[in-house]
């Protein structure tokens, strides 16, 4: 029979010495993580101290006061914001969708790799430059700032988020399902559309909400293409109001009412991309909820 080897004292020595760096180590990625989302928690409480009293039915229902008098709501500019987005997305939206199906699916490695490069350098140009592109492109020829420039500019920002996380969840589908199609005899497109993508509509879903939410909040190229209205917007081709304008306008202001509601509509933004957000989470889940 082969001896049994029994662990040294050495060894026993060394156990408390190794649970008290594992221990060690836990409460300092714990401390890192609370480090982290300490910055979330004071903005979230801000926010629900500074505004949460300021919201009521009016804030909701009605329009901004003349300058100087007390009251008065953002009704135009949480409507505003809403149409934006809406735009936005159907500018940016499709555009990223077919570029991400293009590089996943039909692309040369050549084209692929110099179309991702632009994606990434175009997810890194600061929004206040896109702002400045889109003035020069329709503020200026057309003369006035309008809906058109102001989701131009929210739609252009999506894009290249949209194709990138597009691409990355198609590439996750697996190659078996193409090649069923293929020899069911079905037109590669329809493969593509019918099979590759309604396999990835739980991924691309979740990358469309989070570029809306990405760009929900921007203010700078709002203010180079929109530039905020205190009235309702009946036209496409007129300023509009939108939330982060008026949530700047707002916090320079001289009037202590004015910063009232600035808070209120600050939270009133973080609550749309916090649901979001929260949507997304579910959305990108596997859990069953019942």
Not at 228 to 239: A, I, T, Y
């Amino acid at each position: 029979m082969e001896a049994i080897t029994l662990p040294s004292q050495s060894n026993d020595a060394r156990v408390p010495w190794r649970n008290f760096k594992n221990r060690t180590m836990t409460f300092v990625l714990f401390g890192c993580s609370v480090a982290a989302i300490a910055p979330l928690i004071f903005v979230l409480y801000f926010l629900i101290k500074k505004g949460f009293s300021s919201l009521d039915w009016s804030f909701f229902t009605q329009l901004p006061k003349p300058t100087g008098e007390v009251g008065g709501g953002m009704a135009n500019a949480i409507a505003g914001t809403l149409e934006l987005l809406a735009m936005a997305s159907a500018l940016g939206v499709p555009l990223g969708l077919l570029g991400g199906v293009y590089i996943s699916e039909y692309g040369s490695n050549r084209a692929n790799y110099w179309i991702r490069l632009s994606a990434d350098l175009l997810n890194g140009v600061p929004s206040i430059v896109w702002g400045m592109v889109v003035y020069a492109m329709l503020v200026v020829p057309f003369k006035t700032f309008s809906v058109y420039a102001g989701s131009t500019a929210l739609g252009i920002m999506m894009i290249p988020l949209v194709m990138r996380t597009t691409e990355e969840v198609l590439t996750l589908v697996p190659q078996s399902y193409r090649e069923s199609g293929l020899a069911l005899g079905i037109a590669p497109w329809k493969v593509t559309v019918v099979i590759v993508m309604r396999a990835a509509m739980k991924g691309i879903t979740t990358g469309v909400l989070i570029a809306i939410a990405r760009v929900a909040g921007e203010t700078a190229p709002l203010l180079f293409t929109a530039l905020g209205n205190n009235f309702w917007s009946h036209s496409l081709k007129e300023p509009i109001a939108a939330l982060p304008l008026q949530i700047f306008s707002y916090a320079i202001s001289p009037y202590e009412d004015l910063h009232r509601q600035a808070w209120a509509g600050a939270l009133v933004l973080i609550l749309i991309i916090f649901g979001l957000n929260i949507f997304v989470r579910v959305l990108s889940s596997d859990r069953k909820f019942r």
